[in-house]
């Protein structure tokens, strides 16, 4: 079965950097379109990055410039790398990937930023 599985958020200060990643199984990697989606308490989740197999990237408004989204195929990861971080940013993040019509999601990781 689809399993993702998200690793690297934590506590840092406004202007750190975080590195976030997803592992994946059960799925043949290099050919998905991977995501990062975030959800901050009382919002709804929103897209944050995503990442064709072909390598292009999309970002959502508030995170260009400072988030870069990649992917490692050999490794069946993708990676959020965050930079410049705002308390704003503040929120559980959670890896995605579509197949066959079917959402599959990681169990998320927390990132807090504040000082």
């Known amino acids: 079965q689809v399993q993702l599985v998200e690793s690297g958020g934590g506590l840092v200060q406004p202007g750190g950097s975080l590195r976030l990643s997803c592992a994946a199984s059960g799925i043949i990697f290099r050919v998905y379109t991977m995501a990062w989606y975030r959800q901050a308490p009382g919002k709804q989740r929103e897209s944050v990055a995503s990442?064709?197999?072909?390598?292009?990237?999309n970002y959502a408004d508030s995170v260009k410039g400072r988030f870069t989204i990649s992917r490692d195929n050999a490794k069946k990861t993708v990676y959020l790398q965050m930079n410049s971080l705002k308390p704003e940013d503040t929120a559980a993040y959670y890896c995605?990937?579509?197949?066959?019509?079917?959402?599959?999601w990681g169990q998320g990781t927390q990132v807090t930023v504040s000082s």
């Open positions: 990442i064709t197999r072909g390598g292009n990237t």
């Open positions: 995605n990937t579509e197949s066959y019509g079917r959402d599959y």
